[in-house]
């Protein structure tokens, strides 16, 4: 696997002409990385979020609004601020106000990823990101799961992380400040991309990229300024660390494919570990 100098992939979702034909009713924004696409869509009461019959898991999270999730011959109800994972098969999200909701799948949802507003990027797809490779199935089986995010707000830490076979979010509590700039995080990771999907705020993503034996293909360190709703894809082995800024509450939801290791094995971070074991020989 390439070291690579490519640059991130963002999608200024709040700049971008609203994607309508693909849930009717809503408004509906896409962006993607190698492994996973995101997916967020706008609508009234009522507006129905439909897959036909989706190959693997994906994840909702509500912000502003409740939604009524099937799936199967199962309906939940997932209240605002919550996150649910749907089994594979056919799906439906009913809006239970007016409202905006997440949703998170994997590259396999191949008609989501062609309709991505970096699709570009990813043509062909980057040799820097380890293929997705799922884990085992949850236990109990495949079925609809909802989690009150204010069930798992931790001390000492910002960090809600959950795991499905082929995902992991971490739906960090707002910031209601900015950022302090003297503890920063700056990190990069080897093999899998970083998607950073604001949902609320303003975030400056800073960037320095590695550099190569080839001169040439040197990168500038990168500030990218982002408003809410927006999306930046981080390669592979680029240094990032992100801020927000100005009066709003910042709210961050960081997105991998397939679940990170070294995350599943931080004992209790993982909120629903339990229900979502570790391939055999890393746990």
Known sequence: MTVSTRPASGCWHHRETPLTDVDPGAKTWIARGANFVTVVSEGAAGAVLSRADNPDEYMIITHQVGVNVTAGDETITVEPDSLAIVPPGASS??????????????HRAEDLAARAGNARDYTPRPDDVAPLVPWPDPVGGFKLRTYRLADHVREGTNMRVFRST???VNVMTPRNVPRDTSALTPHSHTDFEQGSLA????YIHHLRYPWTKDMAAWREDEAVEMDSPSVLVIPPNVIHTSR????DPGRLIDVFAPPRVDFSKREGLVANADEYPMPEGLA
Request: charged share 10%.
């Open 166 to 168: 082929n995902l992991m």
């Open 93 to 106: 999200v009913t809006l239970a106000g007016d409202g905006a909701i997440v949703r998170i799948f994997s």
């Open 199 to 202: 949902i609320g705020g303003s």
């Open 244 to 247: 927000n800024i100005g009066t």
